[in-house]
């Protein structure tokens, strides 16, 4: 399936062409001026190819198409898919957006997602960063993942729809803990609104995703309030 061009996002199209002449932007993966993600942070980005896991996206299959982990229990959502590894030029990148509140990056790093979901089969009616705690959107001013999922909402006419999800608690940082303890430190800590999902198929956009323990525990909470599919999308994959 390939989705059409929406008048909406030509507009924004132009509009980021008129600011990047205005405004020259500088490379998010190295800097070089000119360009908002350049030619040689392009070529230096893994991109993920087939063969991949059908369910979970990892890159390492053990035979009818899925990973060791998918083929043992099912995650709690649908499939999830992401652009690159987060490694050099993508993981720069990726901490512009996070910390450099450069909506600008939003933009460009949201293209490959759109052409991601436009090549699978999937029904969405809603799409839904995960979310920031109030304390911590509070604190960055922003949502990063925010910044990805506006232009894919913007580009594919799927109605973007941040409140259906909140992170109800603060969770630890999940850096150094193991899959099972990152799925606990996650566990619980979201809510989705009943109203608001009720039978709708969500597409769940983040930056990036290392265990998947946060879009299992976001998938959770979507189901439980009533949504029926979830699809995930995420720039960066750490491995
Ligand atoms: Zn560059
Ligand atoms: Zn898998």
Known sequence: ?????????VIYQWLWTGLDWLFPPNCGGCGVKGARWCAACQADAIVIQPPICIICGAINIVGEGQCFHCSNSRPSYSSLRSWALFKGSVRNAVHRLKYGKDVAMGEILSRPLI???SNQDWKIDLVIPVPLSVARK?????????????????????????SALLRTRETASQVGLSIADRLINVSGAF???RIKLDKKNVLLVDDVTTSGATLMACSQALRLAG?????CVTLARAE
């Open 138 to 162: 509070i604190e960055r001013g922003y949502n990063q993942a925010a910044l990805l999922a506006r232009p894919i909402s913007l580009a594919t006419g799927w109605a973007y729809t941040p």
């Open 1 to 9: 399936m390939s989705l059409p061009v929406r008048p909406a996002y």
């Open 115 to 117: 052409q991601i979901v």
């Open 227 to 231: 949504a029926n599919e979830v699809y």
């Open 191 to 193: 809510e989705g609104n």
